[in-house]
């Protein structure tokens, strides 16, 4: 499909769906704390007026009607609870739309409107939390959505500068509670240690006792029925990602799983690893509900990578041919 044409497919549909009886549910607004950071939009000057104070700036890079920045924007900065003090204590935070036209000046050389650095910073997600160093280097990336204390711990990783000593998974993996989740088993998981060797459209799921969303994965997500049927199009392997178990991955390498999270720079959990055709196709590092998570399912599966340039160009078009087809959306659950 050329760019031309997807173009005027889009804008087919977006035009034929104003019209649809299909409706979008489960979006949420919200609006910025107060206590933000009241910026001139000026980065470079941002850093340094945090370098003096001994705080980092974090910038919270979010969409008007995301469900994931709006349970985040609540969870970890309305809500008054010790994510939020902390968050006060040892950052500036400025908040930006990822589609917004505020100007911000990055450097001496160079400005963006919101949408452009978006774009310029490779921010495919939303939320997307960065932090930033004095020297203005992105010391941790967040894609999407993160519990309190899981984002707490994080918030003191990067606080403590502990980013100077290890990554961010070797830092939780000494930091979290491992005995929040017993693993739960699934209809669809297989037990396969070479994944070389798999040649369907691949999934790999990692899990382990500090996991805050697997349960709800589990007894959400996993049990919605267009999942479980997008699911089925797939190996579905899982992983537990503290564990010493050699496996072989779908690049042919011999490795343990705990190395081959610490290398794949992971942090999340359940993360997700997507394949098709032998290649790593998509990274799932975030919360996703079932409508969105279904979707990333079969723009694998279906090879639509090959038509799309990414995902989010194929969940645009495909929401808009659902919702000119009658059908509703819902984003929440």
Same mark, same amino acid.
């Given at each position: 499909?050329?760019?031309?044409?997807?173009?005027?497919?889009? +804008?087919?549909?977006?035009?034929?769906?104003?019209?649809?009886?299909?409706?979008?549910?489960?979006?949420?607004?919200?609006?910025?704390?107060?206590?933000?950071?009241?910026?001139?939009?000026?980065?470079?000057?941002?850093?340094?007026?945090?370098?003096?104070?001994?705080?980092?700036?974090?910038?919270?890079?979010? +969409?008007?009607?995301?469900?994931?920045?709006?349970?985040?924007?609540?969870?970890?900065?309305?809500?008054?609870?010790?994510?939020?003090?902390?968050?006060?204590?040892?950052?500036?935070?400025?908040?930006?739309?990822? $589609?917004?036209?505020?100007?911000?000046?990055?450097?001496?050389?160079?400005?963006?409107?919101?949408?452009? +650095?978006?774009?310029?910073?490779?921010?495919?997600?939303?939320?997307?939390?960065?932090?930033?160093?004095?020297? $203005?280097?992105?010391?941790?990336?967040?894609?999407?959505?993160?519990?309190?204390?899981?984002?707490?711990?994080?918030?003191?990783?990067?606080?403590?500068?502990?980013?100077?000593?290890?990554?961010?998974?070797?830092?939780?993996?000494?930091?979290?509670? $491992?005995?929040?989740?017993?693993?739960?088993?699934?209809?669809?998981?297989?037990?396969?240690?070479?994944?070389?060797?798999?040649?369907?459209?691949?999934?790999?799921?990692?899990?382990?006792?500090?996991?805050?969303?697997?349960?709800?994965?589990?007894?959400?997500?996993?049990?919605?029925?267009?999942?479980?049927?997008?699911?089925?199009?797939?190996?579905?392997?899982?992983?537990?990602?503290?564990?010493?178990?050699?496996?072989?991955?779908?690049?042919?390498?011999?490795?343990?799983?705990?190395?081959?999270?610490?290398?794949?720079?992971?942090?999340?959990?359940?993360?997700?690893?997507?394949?098709?055709?032998?290649?790593?196709?998509?990274?799932?590092?975030?919360?996703?509900?079932?409508?969105?998570?279904?979707?990333?399912?079969?723009?694998?599966?279906? $090879?639509?990578?090959?038509?799309?340039?990414?995902?989010?160009?194929?969940?645009?078009?495909?929401?808009?041919? +659902?919702?000119?087809?009658?059908?509703?959306?819902?984003?929440?659950?």
């Amino acid at each position: 499909m050329s760019k031309i044409f997807l173009k005027l497919v889009l +804008l087919a549909i977006f035009t034929s769906t104003l019209f649809s009886a299909g409706k979008v549910t489960g979006a949420a607004m919200h609006e910025t704390p107060s206590w933000f950071k009241q910026s001139f939009l000026d980065i470079s000057e941002d850093v340094a007026e945090a370098s003096e104070a001994n705080k980092h700036v974090m910038l919270f890079l979010d +969409l008007d009607g995301c469900p994931y920045c709006t349970k985040m924007m609540q969870e970890s900065f309305v809500n008054e609870n010790a994510t939020q003090s902390y968050i006060k204590k040892h950052f500036d935070v400025i908040n930006i739309n990822v $589609k917004g036209s505020r100007e911000i000046a990055w450097n001496e050389d160079k400005s963006y409107t919101e949408k452009e +650095l978006a774009a310029m910073l490779n921010v495919p997600y939303s939320p997307t939390v960065l932090f930033l160093d004095g020297d $203005k280097n992105i010391v941790v990336r967040l894609n999407g959505y993160r519990n309190p204390a899981k984002f707490l711990q994080i918030l003191e990783y990067v606080n403590t500068k502990e980013y100077k000593n290890m990554k961010l998974t070797e830092y939780l993996n000494k930091v979290q509670n $491992k005995t929040l989740y017993t693993l739960k088993d699934n209809k669809h998981f297989q037990n396969i240690n070479n994944l070389s060797t798999v040649k369907s459209p691949l999934a790999i799921i990692f899990e382990d006792g500090s996991c805050f969303d697997c349960k709800r994965y589990h007894d959400i997500t996993f049990k919605n029925k267009e999942v479980d049927e997008a699911m089925s199009e797939f190996t579905v392997v899982r992983l537990d990602a503290t564990s010493d178990k050699k496996i072989t991955t779908p690049e042919g390498k011999t490795i343990s799983v705990k190395d081959w999270v610490k290398e794949l720079n992971l942090d999340y959990r359940p993360g997700m690893l997507l394949y098709n055709e032998g290649k790593l196709q998509n990274t799932v590092d975030a919360l996703l509900y079932s409508f969105h998570f279904k979707e990333l399912l079969r723009y694998v599966s279906n $090879k639509e990578y090959k038509n799309f340039d990414n995902y989010l160009a194929y969940l645009s078009y495909i929401q808009g041919v +659902l919702l000119n087809e009658g059908k509703n959306i819902d984003l929440s659950n």
